[in-house]
């Protein structure tokens, strides 16, 4: 399998604007998003366990005021940013999927069989 860059590492702040971009599984695209956080990086589907509709409103802005949860931007869904265990809200227990992302000379790496990366447009 070829790399699937995501984007710079420059480009991620803890707790700051996280990288939106599109994946594919069993023929099906999904929306995900990967973020910083405490100088971790974490990726996970862009879809809400309440609705199945992405977090975000803005693309890439799914941390709450404090920097500290995940938060669903339509019904206040919030989710621990370094698992996506559901934290409170209308998520009901269920965690946000996540993909499997590393680090590499400076660019921030998609490495999760069970998705591709599909290219932007």
Sequence with gaps: MSVQ???????????GIGIRFTVE?????????????????YAYLNQCAHLGIPLDVRPGDVFDASGELLICAAHGATY???SGACAG???FGAPLPSLAVFEDRGRI???DT?????PEQ
Excluded at 8 to 15: A, C, E, K, T
Excluded at 25 to 41: D, H, L, S
Excluded at 114 to 118: A, E, G, T
Aim: glycine share 10%; net charge negative; charged share 25%.
């Design 109 to 111: 790496v998609l490495d």
């Design 89 to 91: 809200g209308p998520c």
């Design 5 to 15: 860059t995501l984007g710079r590492s420059v480009d991620l702040q803890d707790s």
């Design 80 to 82: 621990a940013p370094d």
């Design 114 to 118: 069970n998705y591709k990366l599909v």
């Design 25 to 41: 599984q069993n023929g099906e695209r999904k929306p995900a998003f990967v973020i910083r956080y405490e100088g971790t990086i």
